[in-house]
Each structure stands twice: as C-alpha cells, then as structure tokens.
C-alpha cells in the first residue's frame, strides 16, 4: 500500500484528535501538523509526529490538506500556500468556509468540506461532508477513511451545511449545558454530585441509544414514559411552561444565523 501523505493546518482540538485516530486505526500514514505557539507545538509532537511552525513546508510535502484553523486565518493562509496545491486534495473544517470560495483560491486542488464536533475525541463524532463535481472516487473514499476513524459520517448537499455547523457542530456545547442543568436538579433534590453527574450522563447515552437503535422518535419514547398523574409529566409541564422546545430551537437558528455572517462578511464573492 503506498504512504498517504497529509498535512494538519492549525492542530488544535479537532485537528489533534483526527491525527490520533489515524495513528490508532493502525494505517500507514506520513502526518506533518502546524501550528503557531511553542506550547502548541509540543502537544503536536507528543502524538508522534512531525510539528513545524511553516505552513508551505507541511503543504508541499503532503498530499492531503486538511485546514482546521479559525474562519479569520483562512484568507491569509491561503494568499500563504495556494501555489503549491494543485493536484492536491484539500479538506476544510474551516466554519462556513464555502466550496466556491475555496475552489477559487485553491485553483486546481480538489476541495472537501468538512464539519466534525468535539466527539471526535472519542472518535464519537457526526461529521457531514460536502464536494463539488470536480473530485474523484478514489479522493472520495480517502476523505471517508480519514473521518470514518473518529466517528460517524454522511455526505450531505452543501445547502445543509451552515444549519449542521449550528447543529451537529454546536450541539454538544447546548446538550452539555442540558446535562448541567438536569445534574444541579439531581442536586437540588440532595443527590451527590457524582451521581447526579453520572445518572444523567449515562441515561443521555442510553436515551440516544434507545432511539438510534429502535428507530424511535423522541415524542414516541416520552409518551411510553409518561404515566398519567405521574411523576414525568409534572416535569414535562414545567418543561413546556418554561419554553423549553423554543428556546433550544431558537438557539440552533441563532448558531446558524451567526455562520451565515461569517460566510457573508469573510467568504462572500
């Protein structure tokens, strides 16, 4: 089997936990990781790689690219190394970075779209994809093999892609703060933190579980729950009362409302 090559711009929490799933699925792969502080530099190195500061090298000895910094330093990097990409397979996991936008700059290369979330560091991610017309089978199937070692994936219509950003990729920060508050319930009602901690972590688990597994859709699984007079339903009234359903919905509509201006103000042709 001949060597892939790949080059990780910007190694930070997804970036590192993409190499670290490459090195454990136990496949051949030459890594080369930037990244721009000392500290950061020596986290890359500790994963048993090679880390450099220079952006040009990492590209012009990959094959791969794979963009993982902030949507800002995207513009600056690729003035940095678009010469040197063409023929190359570039990945983005850059927010609201569009295949156009980045078809253009990257005159040649063929692009791939990205959007993994933070369960990647337990190679528990949904990650979506998106491409163009212009990329090949065998890039296609490169592109699964990197993301299919930290979790789930689907290719999707790019069109989606903002509102999965709010979603899949902000998701995790909305449900922790969910688990938060039902663990200081748990507390409220004189249970050890520990244990409220745990309860809810492991019932959230198991719930989604329960759901994949059979299909099930949420409103299904609450009503075989609900007793009549019981104890969930006086939970569910609060629940309701509160505004709880709008507040989460609104919430995912203001994520992808704030990646539609990034995409506007950084990105628009």
Do not use: C
């Not at 892939?4 to 699925?25: F, K, N, P, T, Y």
């Not at 051949?28 to 721009?36: L, M």
């Not at 007793?227 to 309701?240: F, K, N, Y």
């Amino acid at each position: 089997m001949v060597r892939r090559s790949l080059s990780v711009i910007g190694a930070g929490v997804i970036g590192s936990a993409i190499i670290r799933s490459l090195i454990s699925s136990g496949n051949d792969w030459k890594i080369i990781a930037t990244a721009k502080s000392e500290e950061s530099l020596n986290k890359i190195k500790k994963l048993g790689v090679e880390a450099t500061r220079d952006n040009i090298s990492a590209v012009k000895n990959s094959d791969i690219i794979l963009l993982s910094i902030k949507p800002s330093q995207l513009i600056p990097l690729s003035d940095e190394i678009n010469q040197f990409v063409k023929g190359k397979l570039i990945i983005s996991v850059v927010a609201a970075s569009p295949i156009k936008w980045l078809s253009k700059k990257f005159l040649g290369a063929k692009i791939v779209r990205a959007m993994p979330n933070i369960n990647s560091e337990t190679s528990s991610s949904f990650t979506v994809l998106s491409t163009n017309d212009n990329i090949d089978e065998d890039s296609k199937k490169l592109v699964e093999e990197i993301f299919s070692t930290i979790g789930y994936y689907e290719w999707i219509d790019e069109k989606y892609m903002n509102a999965l950003t709010a979603l899949s990729g902000s998701a995790p920060a909305f449900l922790a703060e969910i688990i938060d508050s039902l663990a200081l319930g748990g507390i409220a009602a004189g249970l050890p933190r520990d244990l409220a901690y745990r309860a809810v972590l492991y019932t959230m688990k198991g719930t989604a579980k329960t759901l994949l597994e059979k299909g099930w859709s949420p409103h299904y699984l609450r009503d075989l729950v609900i007793t009549p007079a019981g104890t969930t339903i006086r939970g569910i009234m609060v629940l309701q009362g509160n505004g709880l359903k709008r507040t989460i919905m609104e919430a995912v509509l203001e994520a992808q409302k704030k990646a539609d201006e990034i995409e506007n103000y950084l990105f628009n042709m």
